[in-house]
């Protein structure tokens, strides 16, 4: 089928392919298949699509805390409330975790989600353990803790309901201004510097948003929920991630003047990145939404990631180079010195940590 010529699937990223091929898995044929779900979108007397239903899983996993030694990353600690994510973010580097469970990275990534509702249990329990020593644990670095079915779990809220009884900090990156539904526990984390948000916002076109990221919040939201944090004295920082290449590249200056004006701390950037299965998936989006530059889009992704559609080496993943990546560079720097926004500098306090009790047990202290 040539995507071009096809309709796009409304309301979700991916537009069909990708069944994971990197672990010997056998090719599916029913059971959440993305060529099934492409079957099912007109029904054979050519009805109209069969809207993809979001489908929750709960697990139960025997830990929640995955550490790291990564060099690319200023964290070693992190929770994923789920797996998968609903908003759908077409670019999302997440999207290829799905295939270790024999799950499309494509539309399953977006429809077939995990949820940990025992997430908060297990954090207290191991917060508890004598051996343990504090650092903020960072939230959202894999799937988005504000996602839609936030909303219905609230396991992201119980979580930070144990970091703030334990005063242990915590880093939160999301897409979402459902972040706000925390906001009285963010605020008397704040006060304590146990905390630090992070809104991602890739450009200030909804139309484009709709199309890249077609279940997040609204770009105009996300500038109202940065707003609304820094009012209530939560330190803030702005994440202008990804930048896509002849996409999302001309909102650049824009953005950060706008997060400034409304008194956020910091901004970053981080470039688009395609590991595994994202580049496919990534391509035929721009197929069925930019055709008539996907070469142009693609052509400078190659020339900042050294001819290839993705570097996944340390030290380099994070960091392009070539002259696409210095104008970039240079650029955002041009930007940030204008407002008056420097990199984030949080310096959370890790010395009032003291382990939750457990097992009913009353606190000493």
Not at 51 to 68: A, C, G, M, Y
Not at 121 to 140: H, N, V
Not at 252 to 260: F, L, S, T, Y
Not at 271 to 293: D, I, T
């Amino acid at each position: 089928m040539d995507r071009r010529l096809a309709p796009a699937i409304s309301g979700r990223g991916a537009q069909g392919a990708e069944v994971p091929t990197r672990f010997g898995l056998a090719t599916r044929e029913e059971d959440g298949d993305w060529r099934d779900y492409m079957e099912q979108l007109t029904d054979l007397e050519g009805g109209p699509p069969v809207k993809l239903r979001t489908t929750v899983t709960e697990e139960h996993p025997k830990t929640i805390v995955s550490f790291n030694q990564s060099p690319d990353v200023p964290f070693d600690r992190s929770v994923n409330a789920y797996r998968g994510c609903e908003h759908g973010c077409v670019y999302c580097f997440a999207r290829p975790t799905h295939a270790y469970h024999d799950l499309s990275p494509g539309l399953d990534f977006e429809t077939r989600l995990f949820a940990k509702p025992n997430a908060a249990d297990l954090l207290r329990a191991t917060l508890a353990k004598p051996q343990y020593r504090p650092k903020p644990i960072s939230m959202g670095t894999n799937t988005d803790p504000y996602q839609p079915i936030e909303a219905r779990y609230r396991i992201t809220r119980s979580v930070l309901d144990v970091c703030l009884d334990a005063r242990h900090p915590v880093t939160i990156t999301t897409k979402s201004d459902r972040v706000l539904a925390d906001l009285d526990l963010l605020a008397e984390m704040a006060e304590r510097r146990l905390v630090a948000v992070a809104i991602s916002v890739t450009t200030l076109d909804p139309k484009l948003s709709g199309k890249l990221e077609p279940r997040a919040a609204a770009p105009a939201k996300r500038l109202r929920a940065l707003q609304k944090l820094v009012d209530a004295g939560v330190p803030t920082h702005c994440s202008v991630s990804p930048i896509i290449p002849a996409i999302t590249d001309e909102f650049m200056e824009e953005i950060v003047q706008r997060v400034a004006a409304i008194g956020v701390g910091s901004v970053g950037w981080i470039p688009l990145r395609l590991p595994h299965e994202v580049a496919p998936l990534f391509r035929e989006w721009l197929s069925v939404h930019f055709p008539e530059r996907g070469d142009k889009v693609m052509g400078i992704v190659r020339s900042i990631r050294g001819g290839k559609d993705n570097d996944p080496d340390f030290h380099t993943r994070m960091r392009p180079s070539g002259v696409w990546a210095d104008l970039f560079r240079a650029r955002f720097r041009v930007a940030c010195k204008r407002a008056g926004l420097g990199k984030a500098k949080f310096e959370l306090d890790c010395t009032q940590f003291r382990p939750p009790a457990v097992g009913g047990q009353l606190r000493l202290l």
